[in-house]
């Protein structure tokens, strides 16, 4: 494979909640492949996990908002405007602005003039995370530059995103991977040549979450001293179902005791919590906050049961396979989730989990109180999971995978 640097596309870095990406970054370093990280937004969260330190990849990141730095977005399209490639990728922008006529659109291809003038000189290869806004970027700079791309889609970007758009991107990249089979199915649906769509779940790095001696408890909810430990860890967003959750918390006996720790931030906070209370079960909740990986792992390890009841939004948002539920397995946690997208793909009801149907706040109760009061059975599943994870979901593979696509791509283009 040629040694030329790969620059990658990011929407937002460093982000605790995409995990995934940086392992996948840490990956592709250890695999001797040289990176050049470039981010559309600054980050937000205040900590880091300890892989984000490992990469060693330097960042650059885009002007945010094209107001923040103009003169950098000016001096960005002066240095492109005399290309050939820009024109084309003025063409593509107007046809785009026609059926999207927002300032986000604007943003985007100012932004991929900035990533253009900017591009570093060993660069040969621009790979691109999420297939709705970074993507339309990399589409862009990608025909000013003219080098190839490919993408990475995950959840939100394949469900919010209009079909044109995606279909018009997946004519354009030289392949795109996705994480789930119902994503993959759905892209390739879209897609001018299906077969360039590929489907590599995300896996684990398994040596970090490498398999517990712990024991997990046989609580069975009958001492109010020591109830059952519930965690679940995701952002505090519609598509993540906390409000099904809380409903079904709420229905349970009470004479069962049972104690749920969140983790993770997002704007439904101050929906949730009010409504924790208002339904009477705010004092068995702990709202951690986001944490770092190692007090995640270390929250699974001490917990008897993990919980995410997850959802289609009302503007189609959904998961893919939520990275976390593949962690708490990873741990011999038992897992509780939705029968939606990927979810079904990792775990099969009754075998090495529990699946319930989206939106049923009785189902769902239903399931916690069976597995809360019998720990035989979250034992028996969650061995299970953690088998199937371990099997299935080594990080490795789709680290291979990954370089493979990217090798042959760099190989085989015809790019201007």
């Known amino acids: 494979m040629s040694r030329g640097k790969i620059v990658v596309l990011l929407k937002g870095y460093p982000r605790l909640s995409e995990t995934f990406i940086a392992q996948e970054l840490r990956g592709l370093e250890k695999a001797g492949m040289q990176l050049r990280l470039v981010s559309m937004r600054h980050p937000t969260d205040t900590r880091r996990?300890?892989?984000?330190?490992?990469?060693?990849?330097?960042?650059?990141?885009?002007?945010?908002?094209?107001?923040?730095?103009p003169l950098r977005v000016l001096r960005g399209i002066a240095r492109v405007a005399g290309r050939r490639g820009f024109w084309q990728a003025g063409r593509r922008f107007l046809a785009d602005l026609v059926r999207d006529?927002?300032?986000?659109?604007?943003?985007?291809?100012?932004?991929?003039?900035?990533?253009?003038?900017?591009?570093?000189?060993?660069?040969?290869?621009?790979h691109v995370h999420f297939l709705h806004t970074p993507?339309?970027?990399?589409?862009?700079?990608?025909?000013?530059?003219?080098?190839?791309?490919t993408v990475s889609a995950h959840a939100k970007d394949i469900w919010t995103s209009p079909d044109w758009d995606l279909s018009a991107k997946l004519g354009h990249a030289e392949w795109c991977v996705t994480c789930t089979r119902s994503g993959w199915e759905h892209l390739r649906s879209l897609a001018p040549d299906p077969a360039?769509?590929?489907?590599?779940?995300?896996?684990?790095?398994?040596?970090?979450?490498?398999?517990?001696?712990?024991?997990?408890?046989d609580r069975d909810g009958s001492d109010p001293t020591d109830p059952v430990r519930l965690v679940s860890v995701g952002r505090l967003v519609p598509k993540k179902?906390?409000?099904?959750?809380?409903?079904?918390?709420?229905?349970?006996?009470p004479d069962l005791a049972w104690r749920f720790e969140h983790i993770g931030g997002g704007?439904?906070?101050?929906?949730?919590?009010?409504?924790?209370?208002?339904?009477?079960?705010?004092?068995?909740?702990?709202w951690r906050g986001a944490l770092p990986q190692r007090e995640v792992l270390e929250l699974y390890r001490d917990s008897d049961l993990f919980v995410l009841p997850c959802r289609i939004a009302a503007d189609g948002d959904r998961d893919g396979l939520p990275n976390v539920l593949v962690e708490a397995a990873s741990q011999r946690l038992c897992c509780i989730g939705s029968a939606i997208s990927g979810i079904p793909e990792l775990f099969s009801d009754g075998e090495n989990g529990l699946l319930v149907p989206p939106e049923d706040a009785g189902a769902l109760a239903h399931a916690l109180e069976r597995s809360m009061r019998d720990p035989a059975l979250r034992a028996r599943l969650g061995a299970a999971a953690e088998a199937r994870v371990r099997r299935d979901f080594d990080s490795a593979v789709s680290v291979r995978d990954l370089r493979a696509l990217l090798g042959a791509a760099k190989e085989g283009c015809s790019c201007a």
């Open 49 to 69: 996990h300890p892989i984000h330190d490992e990469i060693e990849a330097p960042v650059t990141y885009l002007p945010e908002y094209l107001h923040h730095e």
């Open 101 to 126: 006529p927002s300032r986000n659109r604007i943003r985007r291809f100012g932004q991929a003039a900035v990533l253009a003038a900017e591009w570093p000189a060993d660069a040969e290869w621009l």
């Open 135 to 149: 993507a339309s970027v990399g589409s862009y700079a990608s025909r000013i530059i003219g080098t190839g791309w």
């Open 196 to 217: 360039r769509v590929h489907l590599s779940y995300h896996g684990l790095d398994l040596a970090r979450f490498g398999a517990t001696d712990r024991a997990h408890s």
């Open 241 to 253: 179902g906390y409000d099904i959750l809380m409903r079904a918390l709420a229905q349970l006996p």
């Open 267 to 286: 704007p439904e906070a101050e929906r949730l919590k009010p409504l924790a209370r208002e339904l009477g079960i705010a004092d068995r909740i702990i």
